[in-house]
């Protein structure tokens, strides 16, 4: 009955990355990133964080836990705290700060995740969706992560608290330089954001490269169960109707500068 989850997978993050992770469901992404900060220990190979095997003899996997920062898949299920400033607390002091660091840590946090002060006394359970989820994304930057992984931190919210949600994570990576991995469903967002994307296909590493080289291979992420953003489905469309665009683009900002463009270049033609 044995079967693997993930199979040859390796790859190298650099520092400051922000990394999009799309694969089919059951394709191993929420199995891979619990690699990543040794919630799960890989039957074999190993975890390297800063050059130091993660599963060495002696390595501090508690520590670890504080600097490569994971946000489970509706991680709102995990709030337990009688309020959520205790519950943001909740890492930092199991990290050995102390109460006093522990809440200025919490209340830091907190607003940098953007959910209003009015809540933060308030019982976790009083909370909407969206509310709950930057709580909990709160409960992890509390403790100062250098690497943040959120498993698909947008699934089951409204559009606008998406965008903020998105927002967030994207000021966290260029002002605080944090290192991400994002696990995302919505190409949308992957292309928006990602630097470099990274495919699972079956517990198999497919494609790790830039969002307009991965897309480019659309039909084969369409085998997959996925897809490349619907915009570029609209620029080969553009492209099949004889319009020499560039159809490796991946976003509507993108889109409308090419789109303009050509509409310039033809304007001046006539
Ligand atoms: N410890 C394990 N050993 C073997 N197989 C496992 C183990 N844990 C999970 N699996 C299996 O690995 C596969 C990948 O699961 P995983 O939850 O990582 O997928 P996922 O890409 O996160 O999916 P989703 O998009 O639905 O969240 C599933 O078929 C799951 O049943
Ligand atoms: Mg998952």
């Known amino acids: 009955m044995e079967s693997y989850a993930l199979r040859d997978i390796s790859f190298e993050i650099q520092d400051g990355e922000f990394i999009g992770l799309i694969g089919h469901t059951g394709s191993g992404k929420s199995t891979l990133i619990q690699h990543l900060n040794g919630l799960m220990r890989p ?27 994971l946000v489970f898949q509706y991680p709102e299920y995990q709030l337990f705290e009688t309020d959520v400033l205790a519950d943001v607390k909740y890492g930092p002091k199991n990290m ?10 919490a209340k830091e946090a907190l607003a940098l995740s953007g959910l209003s002060e009015d809540f933060w006394t308030r019982s976790p ?11 909990a994304i709160a409960g992890v930057l509390a403790m100062e992560p250098q690497v943040l992984i959120l498993d698909e931190p947008t699934a089951g ?29 919505s190409m949308e967002d992957i292309a928006r954001y990602a630097d470099r ?3 699972l ?10 969002p307009k080289r991965v897309f480019k ?17 609209l620029m080969h469309g553009l492209r099949d109707e004889g319009i020499d665009v560039d159809t490796s683009i991946g976003t509507i900002e993108e889109a409308r500068e090419e789109i303009l463009r050509i509409y310039e270049k033809n304007r001046i033609k006539d």
């Open 125 to 135: 359970f009083e909370l909407s969706g969206g509310q709950k989820r930057r709580a």
């Open 157 to 185: 919210l409204d559009p606008r608290g998406r965008d903020e949600i998105l927002e967030t994570v994207s000021q966290l990576h260029k002002s605080r330089h944090v290192t991400i991995i994002l696990v995302s469903h």
């Open 197 to 199: 994307i990274l495919v």
């Open 201 to 210: 296909n079956e517990g198999n590493l497919q494609y790790f490269d830039t």
């Open 43 to 69: 039957s074999s190979g190993t975890v390297y964080f800063n050059g130091e095997d993660i599963f060495g003899a002696g390595y501090d996997l508690r520590a670890l836990r504080g600097k490569v920062g």
């Open 217 to 233: 291979y659309y039909r084969e992420l369409e085998k997959m169960g996925l897809s490349a953003p619907q915009i570029t489905y």
């Open 96 to 105: 050995g700060l102390s109460d006093q660091e522990a809440e200025e840590r």
